[in-house]
């Protein structure tokens, strides 16, 4: 299940495309795509940005220039992911998909982050088919301590319930003006969501998983 390796990406493109799946669930890594890499302080530094969404120019270190390429390389299958599902829908099999990822909130104090959610081919990737791109807050769900903006794109209409419907859209200055509202409605969040934790390790690390009642 290495979607990294070619013969695995190809074996499951195949049986997507033989209708072997009701459901097509995407979730490609984000750490490449993350907002948290542009905070000041320790962690790794930023990747891409709007520009350049599949990787900056010149990056300086080898390390980085792979999770770049590692981290495109998961998008690249979503987008096909999801364009094989269309195909095998038009040859009359039922197959759904659905694909998260942060929502893209646009501009911090020193650039703009990369979005997939600015990708041409990933918004049309669902061609003639209706499809629903929703944004909502994690911690609209119980128990949740952080917001954590998310964003899903899917052929199950019913996701709008998720939270609010609609690409998202920026002022003048590239912050995102909505549809999410800037507050999600909590007074406070108590988890730290950025930095270092106090016994090691990094803040975002307790956020790649989805909480319970998402």
């Known amino acids: 299940?290495?979607?990294?390796?070619?013969?695995?990406?190809?074996?499951?493109?195949?049986?997507?495309?033989?209708?072997?799946?009701?459901?097509?669930?995407?979730?490609?890594?984000?750490?490449?795509?993350?907002?948290?890499?542009?905070?000041?302080?320790?962690?790794?530094?930023?990747?891409?940005?709007?520009?350049?969404?599949?990787?900056?120019p010149h990056l300086k270190y080898e390390w980085m220039k792979r999770h770049v390429r590692e981290g495109n390389e998961f998008i690249h299958f979503s987008i096909r992911a999801i364009v094989s599902a269309q195909d095998c829908k038009r040859r009359g099999r039922r197959v759904m998909s659905l694909l998260e990822h942060p929502e893209d909130l646009g501009r911090v104090p020193n650039g703009i982050p990369a979005s997939i959610w600015q990708l041409p081919n990933l918004r049309s990737a669902f061609a003639e088919f209706p499809a629903v791109t929703v944004a909502g807050y994690q911690c609209q769900f119980p128990g949740v301590d952080r917001p954590k903006p998310t964003r899903l794109y899917s052929d199950i209409l019913t996701f709008e319930d998720f939270g609010f419907v609609g690409w998202p859209v920026f002022n003048a200055r590239d912050k995102n003006i909505g549809p999410l509202p800037v507050d999600c409605g909590h007074e406070t969040h108590e988890q730290q969501r950025i930095g270092e934790l106090p016994g090691g390790g990094f803040a975002t690390s307790s956020t790649a998983a989805y909480p319970h009642g998402m």
């Open 1 to 56: 299940h290495d979607l990294l390796d070619a013969e695995a990406q190809e074996q499951i493109m195949s049986r997507i495309a033989a209708g072997d799946f009701d459901i097509v669930v995407l979730s490609p890594p984000c750490c490449t795509w993350s907002r948290a890499r542009w905070a000041k302080g320790p962690g790794p530094a930023p990747v891409r940005n709007r520009q350049h969404p599949w990787g900056i």
